[in-house]
């Protein structure tokens, strides 16, 4: 049972430094259910290679990456090309923007196949986001716990647990002062889909 903390959504989860707000029960289970089949089935997702200290490796996960045309996202040593958008995801961002009011351009989808796959410590401080970007995760699937920290301190470790159709928006400096990270799992052993909304200018 998840702490009255995650239970209010004008709350913010940082102490300072940044916004973070999370939405439990953004969608509803029915919805949430419909969003995940057609997430799993019509996604082009595919394993891409990532960068760690110059050195080429798998990623442990899927990835995927929909939105605007003419507009390409990178990051550690990846260049992704948007897929154009499909209605579902449409109408998930109208959903999500009409909450946070913002606007965004692109999506970036990870899928944790099971426990194992996972995200390390990272921002999302790139220079094409620009510099308080505003970032709306939503969760479809297995509940994972995400996890903030201090960027340069290590400190105030903060855990989440992402349930089936919630939203977690992390805004303001939280990228420029907060990293975070999904870790491994044993405890986990199905599949969690991610869509992380954002705007590339």
């Known amino acids: 049972m998840q702490s009255d903390l995650f239970n209010d959504p004008n709350k913010n989860l940082l102490p300072f430094d940044g916004v973070t707000k999370y939405y439990g029960k953004f969608l509803s289970k029915e919805t949430s259910d419909r969003f995940f089949k057609l997430l799993l089935n019509e996604i082009d997702w595919k394993q891409e290679p990532i960068k760690i200290f110059g050195k080429a490796v798998m990623q442990p996960r899927l990835t995927a990456l929909?939105?605007?045309?003419?507009?390409?996202?990178?990051?550690?040593g990846i260049q992704m090309i948007p897929i154009l958008w499909t209605d579902f995801l449409l109408e998930i961002k109208e959903k999500v923007e009409s909450l946070t009011n913002s606007g965004f351009t692109h999506v970036l989808l990870n899928q944790y196949r099971d426990g194992q796959d996972s995200m390390g410590w990272h921002r999302d401080n790139e220079i094409s986001l620009g510099k308080k970007p505003t970032i709306a995760s939503v969760s479809f699937g297995a509940v994972r716990e995400?996890?903030?920290r201090l960027y340069k301190e290590k400190s105030n470790k903060i855990k989440i647990p992402l349930e089936h159709g919630s939203l977690l928006m992390m805004g303001e400096e939280s990228q420029q002062y907060w990293e975070h990270q999904l870790?491994?799992?044993?405890k986990v052993n199905s599949t969690r889909i991610n869509l992380t909304f954002r705007k590339i200018l």
């Open 66 to 76: 929909y939105g605007d045309q003419g507009k390409i996202y990178q990051y550690s």
């Open 146 to 148: 995400f996890q903030m």
């Open 183 to 186: 870790p491994k799992t044993k």
